[in-house]
């Protein structure tokens, strides 16, 4: 079946301006999660959703970055007056449920560029 | 938090040969620890996991082993083969937040046929 889908696959955008990103989790996972990951690091993580709510956001480096999941399914990523810093992979996963019994399924990520 | 330290950062074998890659965590509260392989251009995709209560799991020719005591836990591969070449990352997360994971810096792990 369908993994998780992330789009677009490459963004390239200027200091300053907004971006969304979109992913798509498997059908029927509650969970959704996003990451970041910078070159030659370990994804890091931004923040996770159980259904439409975020049940924790700690992750989120300032109030820039923003994420919803209106209907419990897709989920959209924004980021507002981006910084050269921002540019990363933006990996998004989802699980069955919550919790290491119903392991992450990673997106192939989103790669922005912030010139 | 957490702190996930893997080593080593790159690592070369001939293909048929073992590879070991360790990893420690600092938060005595991690129960849960998964091994991810992300290819180039790929996200990262689970290959083998364990939690706290099981000291060593294998899957043919993946094992990993765990030392709570000592918090470290450690991925071994077997007759490696060229596709195993891929960069490794460990993983450590306190249940049940499981999916909020922290992971390790990764390994870069290179099988020449």
């Known amino acids: 079946g369908a993994g998780v889908s992330q789009t677009p696959s490459n963004k390239v955008t200027e200091k300053g301006k907004y971006v969304e990103l979109r992913c798509d989790p498997i059908?029927?996972?509650?969970?959704l999660y996003w990451y970041r990951q910078s070159l030659g690091q370990g994804p890091e993580f931004l923040i996770y959703?159980?259904?439409?709510?975020?049940?924790?956001d700690s992750g989120l480096p300032n109030d820039r970055f923003f994420a919803v999941r209106p209907e419990g399914s897709v989920s959209t990523l924004k980021i507002q007056r981006t910084e050269r810093g921002d540019s990363a992979v933006y990996l998004c996963?989802?699980?069955?449920?919550?919790?290491?019994?119903?392991?992450?399924?990673f997106g192939n990520g989103t790669r922005l560029t912030v010139t | 938090g957490e702190n996930v330290e893997q080593h080593p950062s790159t690592l070369s074998v001939q293909e048929g040969d073992s590879a070991v890659i360790k990893c420690t965590y600092s938060?005595?509260?991690?129960?849960?620890f998964p091994w991810y392989k992300q290819e180039l251009g790929k996200g990262p995709q689970l290959i083998i996991d364990?939690?706290?209560?099981?000291g060593e799991k294998k899957d043919q020719r993946i094992a990993v082993t765990l030392n709570k005591t000592a918090k470290h836990f450690s991925l071994h591969i077997t007759e490696t083969q060229p596709e195993d070449s891929a960069v490794y990352f460990c993983?450590?997360?306190?249940?049940?937040?499981?999916?909020?994971?922290?992971f390790g810096q990764g390994t870069i792990l290179t099988v020449h046929p």
């Open positions: 993983a450590a997360s306190i249940s049940p937040g499981g999916g909020k994971l922290t």
């Open positions: 959703f159980q259904g439409t709510g975020a049940a924790d």
């Open positions: 996963a989802s699980s069955l449920t919550p919790g290491e019994s119903s392991p992450l399924h």
């Open positions: 059908s029927g996972h509650t969970a």
């Open positions: 364990i939690r706290s209560n099981v």
């Open positions: 938060d005595s509260a991690s129960n849960y």
